[in-house]
Antibody, heavy 121, light 110 residues
């Protein structure tokens, strides 16, 4: 059974930094691309970033480019999202989501339960 | 404003069928067969119901079906049940190697 467990969320001041983690189990982690998707309170889903199975290629939404960095450690079956220079608009539940294959097909098929990031002074 | 356009709400009675549309452009929905549909109940994570336009993951009821025509994708739910009441989102891969979501549709089962 695929399990994705996000952690690292919390309250951070504007301009601050945070690193989210997603621990994966139940599948061969290095064989799948992984996404981060976020959802602001009461709002819809917003794709943030994706990284291929090897970690060699990553793509970002324009809204986060240059501030958020996706990475993975296949030896630890863990996905990361380094978040810098955070603004109030980054307040959201952040989900990690497994693609259906090694490459990015735009098909996140398994989702974690999410971790809440609140940016506020 | 979301890149993909969905109706804000739809409703139907138990046993009826409903269809939710998702309209994009030739740079996303119309250009690829990588359209997915997600169901989200309040306070829960999204769950994929359809991927690659019309493929259903194992465990998803065959009451859910997907299709696409041109730049518009559709999700049809037949034999509506009370537990189908939720928010539904479409998504599509884009030419920019990104993923766009629709704004979401609230389904009410009357």
């Amino acid at each position: 059974e695929v399990q994705l467990l996000e952690s690292g969320g919390g309250l951070v001041q504007p301009g601050g930094s945070l690193r989210l983690s997603c621990a994966a189990s139940g599948f061969s982690f290095s064989n799948y691309a992984m996404n981060w998707v976020r959802q602001a309170p009461g709002k819809g889903l917003e794709w943030v970033s994706v990284i291929t199975g090897s970690g060699g290629t990553a793509y970002y939404a324009d809204s986060v480019k240059g501030r958020l960095t996706i990475s993975r450690d296949n030896s630890k079956n863990t996905l990361y999202l380094q978040m810098n220079n955070l603004g109030v608009e980054d307040t959201a539940v952040y989900y990690c989501a497994k693609e259906r294959g090694y490459h990015f097909y735009g098909s996140p098929v398994d989702w974690g339960q999410g971790t809440l990031v609140t940016v506020s002074s | 404003q979301s890149a993909l356009t969905q109706p804000a709400s739809v409703s139907g009675s138990p046993g009826q069928s409903i269809t939710i549309s998702c309209t994009g452009t030739s740079s996303d929905v119309g250009g690829y067969n990588y359209v997915s549909w997600y169901q989200q109940h309040p306070g829960k994570a999204p769950k994929v119901m359809i991927y690659d336009v019309s493929n259903r993951p194992s465990g998803v009821s065959d009451r859910f079906s997907g299709s696409k025509s041109g730049n518009t994708a559709s999700l049809t739910i037949s034999g509506l049940q009370p537990e189908d009441e939720a928010d539904y989102y479409c998504s599509s891969y884009t030419t920019s190697s990104t993923l766009d979501f629709g704004g979401g549709t609230k389904l009410t089962v009357l």
